[in-house]
Nanobody, 115 residues
Framework: QVQVVESGGDLVQPGGSLRLSCTVAEAPFSLYEMGWYRQAPGKQRELVAQITAHGHAMYSKSVHGRFTISRDDGKNTVSLQMDRLKPEDTAVYYC?????????WGQGTQVTVAA
């Protein structure tokens, strides 16, 4: 079974930055289009950033210009650099294939943006 491990979440003040990482084990990672999803309390999980196997990145309107997704196929990792964070970015962040998730969900990593 493919395993996904997310890390890097933390409590940060508004305007701050965080970098999330995700490692995917036991999978042809370089063939996958990967994405970062988030789920805020009481809301559905949403896709906020995705990157193709060729490195083309796409973002939701809510994070465009503030978040940057990247991948390292040699390490089976996908990262999310989050800048100018806002309280509404508070959520549990997950990685998975995109635009449709096909890997078992990991536990996610909590990002809390608060003064």
């Amino acid at each position: 079974q493919v395993q996904v491990v997310e890390s890097g979440g933390d409590l940060v003040q508004p305007g701050g930055s965080l970098r999330l990482s995700c490692t995917v084990a036991e999978a042809p990672f370089s063939l996958y289009e990967m994405g970062w999803y988030r789920q805020a309390p009481g809301k559905q999980r949403e896709l906020v950033a995705q990157i193709t196997a060729h490195g083309h990145a796409m973002y939701s309107k809510s994070v465009h210009g503030r978040f940057t997704i990247s991948r390292d196929d040699g390490k089976n990792t996908v990262s999310l650099q989050m800048d100018r964070l806002k309280p509404e970015d508070t959520a549990v962040y997950y990685c998975n294939t995109a635009p449709g998730p096909i890997i078992s969900w990991g536990q996610g990593t909590q990002v809390t943006v608060a003064a």
